[in-house]
């Protein structure tokens, strides 16, 4: 069933190009959403298909397909990383978070690294805060769970569904969710959840990739953002927002900047309608 209509099979078109056997990338007839209709389990989630495993094999199958592409994306990356010293969740959180933050809410912390340096600034600037890891991965929850505790966070090892279901109305005032909603089979049961948690001034910021990037369009098929069977959902800006809106959350910001045809990525910032 389409997360952002409703619509059921009858209205699904399967993408063949998109769709190695045994999975099925589909197309909504009625409004154009893509997705992976038949994604794996949870549980499948927290081991076989961790993100840490899958992330191995996918960069190894891109080095042997396209060795030279493969290089110049990892070179383009690393630059950005050591020279340019892009920060672009942590900017947007920085801008547009509440006066007070209170609950830092990280779904997919991974180690949880950038939830530390995150509330460790927020800290420093005279901000209260509480982080919150969010890991379905057994061993980077693991991991990330003794890190927390050392500045008196947590981690919940569970799927987003769960963990979300299990905090207090209205304690959230920041929601993390970077390179994690495509991987969520059940995305607007999380938007729901993350509406009922967020404070009133609470945000989220989201980054994911961009269905709509021109480099989907040339490379087709082998698009780095295809990701099987982890990435279940191939978001545009359009259906993003769509997706925001039946979970009664608006777009707070996604400007052209945070959505250029030319990145595979595309960022946003959301905020309660209501």
């Not at 952002?4 to 589909?26: E, R, Y």
């Not at 081991?47 to 042997?64: G, L, Q």
């Not at 799927?159 to 929601?175: E, F, K, R, T």
């Not at 769509?242 to 910001?253: C, E, F, M, T």
Request: proline residues 6%; contains cysteine; positive net charge.
């Amino acid at each position: 069933m389409c997360d952002i209509c409703d619509a059921t099979d009858p209205d699904l078109k399967v993408l063949d190009v998109f769709s190695p056997n045994p999975w099925q990338v589909v197309q909504c007839r009625k409004c154009d959403f893509v997705f992976l209709r038949n994604p794996p389990p949870y549980e499948k989630l927290e081991s076989d298909f961790a993100w840490e495993k899958t992330s191995k094999k996918v960069t190894a199958k891109r080095h042997t397909k396209a060795p030279v592409q493969a290089a110049v994306a990892k070179s383009t990356k690393n630059l950005r990383r050591s020279i340019l010293k892009r920060r672009k969740i942590r900017d947007l959180v920085v801008k547009h978070m509440p006066a007070n933050p209170g609950t830092v809410v990280d779904i997919g912390c991974m180690k949880g690294n950038t939830l530390i340096s995150l509330c460790k600034e927020l800290e420093e600037a005279g901000h209260n805060t509480k982080p919150v890891g969010i890991e379905i991965s057994a061993d980077l929850a693991a991991i990330a769970q003794r890190k927390l505790r050392k500045i008196k966070g947590t981690c919940l090892h569970a799927d987003a569904l769960s963990a979300l279901s299990s905090l207090p109305n209205q304690q959230s005032g920041i929601v993390i969710m970077s390179a994690y909603l495509e991987h969520e089979y059940q995305p607007r049961l999380v938007l729901d959840q993350i509406h009922r948690t967020l404070t009133p001034d609470g945000i989220v910021v989201l980054k994911v990739p961009n269905y709509a990037c021109w480099n989907r369009l040339l490379t087709r098929g082998s698009w780095c953002g295809f990701r099987y069977p982890d990435h279940v959902n191939y978001f545009t800006p359009a259906s993003l927002r769509s997706l925001a809106q039946r979970s009664n959350l608006l777009i707070k910001r996604s400007n052209w900047l945070d959505r250029l045809p030319t990145s595979d990525n595309m960022y946003a910032v959301l905020a309660r309608n209501s």
